[in-house]
Nanobody, 123 residues
Framework: QVQLVESGGGLVQPGGSLRLSCAAS????????IGWFRQAPGKEREGVLC????????YYVDSVKGRFTISRDNAKNTVYLQMNSLKPEDTAVYYC????????????????WGQGTPVTVSS
């Protein structure tokens, strides 16, 4: 069964850090790009960044550049999203998803999706 499971979300103060994990099963992770998306309350889902099969990353949100990084550990079948200097506007449910044909900012080009992990940045 092809599956993605996110973990690592939680409540953090502004300026803090979190590392989200996306554990993959049922497919060979190195062959696929993996994207991270987020959906804030009352807003549409947006692509945040993606790591391709070669390990290169693409950012889709300018505000996270310099603060968020994406990495993958193929041996552990896991992709990570390291989030530093978190801001209240980063509050959202974060999802990882497998790219169908390669990294893209459009969610329609990803399948399957994880169940999401909530991140709340608040003092």
């Amino acid at each position: 069964q092809v599956q993605l499971v996110e973990s690592g979300g939680g409540l953090v103060q502004p300026g803090g850090s979190l590392r989200l994990s996306c554990a993959a099963s049922g497919f060979t992770l190195p062959y696929y790009g993996i994207g991270w998306f987020r959906q804030a309350p009352g807003k549409e889902r947006e692509g945040v960044l993606c790591i391709n099969s070669s390990g290169g990353s693409t950012y889709y949100v300018d505000s996270v550049k310099g603060r968020f990084t994406i990495s993958r550990d193929n041996a552990k079948n896991t992709v990570y999203l390291q989030m530093n200097s978190l801001k209240p506007e980063d509050t959202a449910v974060y999802y990882c998803a497998r790219a169908t044909y390669g990294c893209s900012r459009y969610g329609s080009r990803y399948d399957p999706w994880g169940q999401g992990t909530p991140v709340t940045v608040s003092s």
